[in-house]
């Protein structure tokens, strides 16, 4: 059974405070990380997708990088904006994608 | 990002009651799911939908769920007899084909009471 866990479940930073959060997955044949962002009430909105080890992929202060059992979302200088819940979710040999509970980052002004 | 779209938002029912969330997919999209999340808990699949079948669905997806795209736009979910562990989000998703990114909704938040 495919499964992923995502640490911390929490995150305080201070603005500026740059640090990872991290995604541990066990899967069948991968054939596709994802990173999305979640806001309260809100839909999973879509960040990167990794699909082999060594793969990196940035976006603004977000980048996210993949080995064969995990995969970091590494924030850099974070804003206040980026706070969010940050989910990981993987793809094995099926069409669901698998979820983590994600991490919960908040990061003061 | 492409735009996934839900409605309604927000839906209030008694318990035994039917009701139908709906979802406009995007247009080049093929590849239709729809996931919930119970309060403080995982995103969690429900069912994948290609070519007006349901190819894969999970053992939350029982005989109370069924889904339809009854008029090749609008992608339905209907829960025939609603129960209090029903109360989630619900999310719709889509993609263009089975090895690109899916997309999700906004979600529709059901209360079941």
């Known amino acids: 059974e495919d499964q992923v866990t995502q640490s911390p479940e929490a995150l305080r930073l201070q603005e500026g405070e740059s640090s990872s959060l991290n995604c541990s997955y066990t899967v069948s044949g991968l054939r596709g990380l994802f990173w999305y962002r979640q806001d309260p009430g809100k839909g999973p909105e879509f960040l990167f997708t990794?699909?082999?080890a060594g793969e990196e992929k940035e976006k603004e202060r977000l980048k996210a990088t993949l080995t064969k059992k995990e995969s970091f979302l590494h924030i850099t200088a974070p804003k206040p904006e980026d706070s969010a819940t940050y989910l990981c979710a993987v793809q094995g040999g099926s069409e669901k994608l698998v979820f983590g509970k994600g991490t919960k980052l908040t990061v003061n002004p | 990002e492409p735009e996934v779209t839900q409605t309604p938002s927000h839906q209030v029912t008694q318990m035994g009651q039917e009701v139908i969330l709906r979802c406009v997919p995007i247009?080049?999209?093929?590849?239709f799911y729809w996931y919930r999340q119970i309060l403080g808990q995982k995103v969690e699949f429900l069912v994948s939908f290609y070519n007006n079948e349901i190819s894969e669905k999970s053992e939350i997806f029982d005989d109370q769920f069924s889904v339809e795209r009854p008029d090749g736009s609008n992608f339905t979910l209907k829960i025939r007899s609603t129960k209090l562990e029903d109360s989630a989000m619900y999310f719709c998703g889509a993609r263009a084909s089975r090895q690109e990114t899916q997309y999700f909704g906004p979600g529709t938040r059901l209360l079941v009471l």
């Open positions: 990794l699909y082999s």
């Open positions: 247009s080049n999209h093929l590849y």
